[in-house]
Nanobody
């Protein structure tokens, strides 16, 4: 069974960089043909896909966030990370990591989510 767990600070100050790590167990982040994604949900709003890193290491980003989003991975630790720079209070959200399968792009596994608040 694949499990994903988000970790990182729950409070970030405006203008700083938000950094989260997703630790994956029960499956390798290099296995064909999966994509490892970051998704967030601001309070009272819907889910927003932020970006993903593929099994190959290729990265993909939402156009609205591309300029300040970076996703990377550490295959030796079976982890992938999210960095979101220049944060504002509008970046306050529950952040999820998730796996997407490669044929229909459906999400088959989610992390439990972690609350990140941007505030001074």
């Amino acid at each position: 069974q694949v499990q994903l767990q988000e970790s990182g600070p729950g409070l970030v100050k405006p203008s700083q960089t938000l950094s989260l790590t997703c630790t994956v167990s029960g499956g390798s982040i290099t296995t064909n043909y999966y994509y490892w994604s970051w998704i967030r949900q601001p309070p009272g709003k819907g889910l927003e896909w932020m970006g993903a890193i593929a099994y190959s290491g290729s990265t993909y980003y939402s156009p609205s966030l591309k300029s300040r989003t970076s996703i990377s991975r550490d295959t030796s630790k079976n982890q992938f990370t999210l960095q979101l720079s220049s944060v504002t209070p509008e970046d306050t959200a529950v952040y999820y990591c998730a796996r997407r399968e490669g044929r229909y792009l459906a999400i088959d596994y989610w992390g439990q989510g972690t609350q990140v608040t941007v505030s001074s």
